[in-house]
């Protein structure tokens, strides 16, 4: 397979440019707020209402960009920021960090749980199944620009990346669309449906895409600012190991306390 090279932008009117990438932030914003209107008025044990959710949204958008952006920066480029500070502003040229966002939420929801005397983990739980679908769509992104490519490999799933060299590769952002994004969905999913412990949901969101993430790092080419770590691994890799140690504590204090 040959990856197709898509035109990175999805609509051109005179000087204003809408990138795919874009694009793909608001369908994970407009899925979430589809998926949590339903959780609302189908879970009578969430204690939110679509007042609540407008504001929740809202915040996660700040915390998924200011979160995605300084995670970025302090997790793959911190001494090249360090020496171009004014670069950290500059999305528009890329570089954000999926633990970086997840952080940035993680904030502030707490703002958000602080301002309206919510509980803060039941929070969490309510958000974690909305976020999946918000995944898929990013790593569509990260596939429709031709970022994020795959280590090389003799098997059949192979897509050479014309752009990169001749070698065939895995299609990386593809299985990360799949595994991060539609099967992580499904689980989460059918978990949040009965109802349990509070933190049981947000824990297994962390313990199910470190796993998932740690896993498809196999195929993923590292970033070539960085390359392997120790023991072999790569970045996305040590960053998604605490996620699975805490997400585990977490969920055995959950049903410890019911």
Same mark, same amino acid.
């Given at each position: +397979?040959?990856?197709?090279?898509?035109?990175?932008?999805?609509?051109?009117? !005179? =000087?204003? /440019?809408?990138?795919?990438? !874009?694009?793909m932030?608001?369908? #994970?914003f407009?899925?979430?707020?589809?998926?949590?209107r339903?959780?609302?008025?189908?879970?009578?044990?969430?204690?939110? @209402?679509?007042?609540?959710? @407008? @504001?929740?949204?809202?915040?996660?958008?700040?915390?998924v960009?200011?979160?995605?952006?300084?995670?970025? $920066?302090?997790?793959?480029?911190?001494?090249?920021?360090?020496?171009?500070?004014?670069?950290?502003?500059?999305v528009?040229?890329?570089? +954000? &960090?999926?633990? !970086?966002?997840?952080?940035?939420?993680?904030i #502030?929801?707490?703002?958000?749980?602080?301002? *309206?005397?919510?509980?803060?983990?039941?929070?969490?739980?309510?958000?974690?199944?909305? $976020?999946?679908?918000?995944?898929?769509?990013?790593?569509?992104?990260?596939?429709?620009?031709?970022?994020?490519?795959?280590?090389?490999t003799?098997?059949?799933?192979?897509?050479?990346f014309?752009?990169?060299?001749?070698?065939? *590769?895995?299609? /990386?952002?593809?299985?990360?669309?799949?595994?991060?994004?539609?099967?992580?969905?499904?689980?989460?999913w $059918?978990?949040?449906?009965? *109802?349990?412990?509070?933190?049981?949901v /947000?824990? /297994?969101?962390?313990?199910?895409?470190?796993?998932?993430?740690?896993?498809?790092? =196999?195929?993923?080419?590292?970033?070539? =600012?960085?390359?392997?770590?120790?023991?072999?691994?790569?970045?996305?890799?040590?960053? &998604?190991?605490?996620?699975?140690? &805490?997400?585990?504590?977490?969920?055995?204090? #959950?049903?410890?306390?019911?």
């Amino acid at each position: +397979m040959v990856h197709p090279v898509f035109d990175p932008i999805a609509i051109q009117i !005179g =000087f204003l /440019s809408i990138h795919w990438y !874009g694009l793909m932030y608001l369908v #994970a914003f407009g899925t979430a707020f589809v998926l949590g209107r339903y959780r609302i008025k189908t879970q009578p044990w969430i204690n939110l @209402d679509l007042k609540d959710l @407008d @504001d929740i949204l809202f915040y996660g958008v700040f915390g998924v960009i200011i979160g995605g952006r300084l995670g970025y $920066v302090l997790f793959y480029k911190p001494n090249e920021y360090l020496n171009n500070p004014l670069e950290v502003f500059f999305v528009w040229e890329g570089g +954000m &960090s999926f633990h !970086g966002g997840l952080l940035g939420v993680l904030i #502030a929801i707490f703002l958000f749980c602080w301002t *309206r005397k919510k509980n803060w983990f039941s929070t969490m739980d309510f958000i974690a199944p909305l $976020v999946p679908l918000g995944l898929a769509a990013g790593r569509l992104g990260n596939f429709i620009n031709g970022e994020l490519w795959g280590r090389p490999t003799d098997l059949h799933v192979g897509m050479v990346f014309p752009f990169v060299d001749a070698l065939p *590769r895995h299609p /990386s952002q593809l299985y990360q669309f799949f595994l991060e994004g539609i099967l992580l969905f499904i689980l989460i999913w $059918v978990i949040s449906t009965t *109802r349990r412990p509070v933190a049981v949901v /947000s824990a /297994s969101f962390l313990i199910l895409y470190g796993v998932l993430r740690f896993i498809v790092e =196999f195929t993923r080419e590292p970033d070539n =600012f960085l390359g392997l770590m120790y023991l072999d691994l790569s970045m996305g890799q040590w960053l &998604s190991i605490p996620m699975v140690l &805490s997400g585990t504590i977490i969920l055995i204090l #959950a049903y410890r306390s019911n």
